[in-house]
């Protein structure tokens, strides 16, 4: 799940504050339904939510079914569509239909699960979360569903009992270069679901004056990378247009499993930065993960713009892999 969400960590607070909780989670989608499968809204025994499962449109009603499944300590499935008067009732989207699972905490679904589920997430540790829907037995592994790990992806299996929620990291953005650009890409990427940070050993650039509120690693990019951690999860985006920095931080993105590698520069300033990575002992294949110029051609002219560009070949490469 890679949704920047904490609906399992806030039912798990809520449940040990004594509220009662309910994780309610996108199980199965037809038509235009408005969030992918997988996502997830935590409800509290007093109606509070967090997360969401439909944008907004079903959440009242889901709301509704979570405090009763809290009374009755039962797990529930709920299906919202066209051709169900109450979906037109909340507003689901025409043409949609959702299915949406409903688990008490401590009930149904155990604290201690939940618990080991919320310290996997914490330690960007890949698990899967496994509900046979039929007999009602649940677990979670690291094992299996490679290939729902590598795209992303929750669902049943073929059998149509078995619900796999796919628990990722959590998406995170390595901003190499304090300049114009990041500032406006930071906050775009953490809106998209991106946990940014910028690093820069320039302190006038990387001030907390020009990055208000956001991490800011203060070292040369290779160290600051090797001590941050560049995993499947991370995208690398070089934006300092200055060798003695983008070429170390790519040293270890191009070593690292970075899903996406973006360089500023024209492209004869890449055709040059890729001779250097060339003679560095770095084969062709590798260096042709990198995108340079960065950021799909949309003609963007401002740092605002150029920033719209980065981030959108990012999650192009992200949800559309080759």
Not at 55 to 78: D, I
Not at 189 to 203: K, L, N, Q, S
Not at 254 to 260: A, E, T
Request: charged share 25%; aromatic share 6%.
């Amino acid at each position: 799940m890679d949704m920047f969400e904490n609906a399992p960590e806030q039912a798990l607070a809520w449940h040990r504050a004594g509220k009662g909780a309910a994780l309610a989670t996108v199980i199965q989608t037809w038509g235009s339904a408005p969030r992918r499968i997988g996502a997830q809204l935590a409800i509290a025994g007093d109606g509070e939510m967090q997360g969401s499962v439909s944008g907004g449109c079903v959440e009242g009603a889901v709301v509704v079914e979570a405090l009763e499944a809290l009374e009755k300590g039962e797990a529930r499935v709920l299906e919202y569509g066209v051709s169900d008067g109450d979906a037109f009732a909340v507003g689901l989207a025409c043409g949609g239909t959702i299915k949406i699972l409903v688990e008490p905490i401590g009930k149904v679904l155990s604290e201690e699960l939940l618990a080991r589920l919320v310290e996997a997430r914490t330690t960007r540790t890949g698990i899967a979360y496994v509900v046979d829907i039929k007999s009602g037995t649940r677990g979670l592994t690291s094992d299996g569903f490679v290939e729902r790990f590598a795209k992303d992806r929750s669902g049943f299996e073929e059998d149509g009992e078995r619900f796999v929620a796919i628990h990722n990291p959590p998406l995170r953005l390595a901003i190499v270069g304090a300049v114009h650009i990041a500032q406006a890409l930071m906050p775009m990427a953490r809106i998209a679901g991106f946990d940014p940070v910028v690093i820069d050993p320039r302190g006038a650039f990387g001030s907390a004056a020009r990055f208000p509120g956001e991490t800011i690693l203060e070292d040369w990019p290779d160290e600051a990378l090797r001590t941050y951690g560049v995993d499947a999860r991370t995208a690398l985006v070089l934006l300092t247009h200055d060798p003695k920095l983008d070429d170390p931080a790519l040293h270890v993105g191009l070593r690292s499993k970075s899903f996406y590698i973006g360089a500023l520069g024209s492209k004869r300033t890449h055709a040059k930065r890729a001779e250097r990575l060339l003679e560095d002992g770095f084969a062709q294949k590798d260096i042709d993960r990198i995108h340079g110029p960065i950021g799909l051609n949309i003609g963007a002219a401002s740092p605002q713009e150029i920033a719209v560009s980065i981030l959108s070949e990012m999650v192009q490469v992200l949800r559309q892999p080759v």
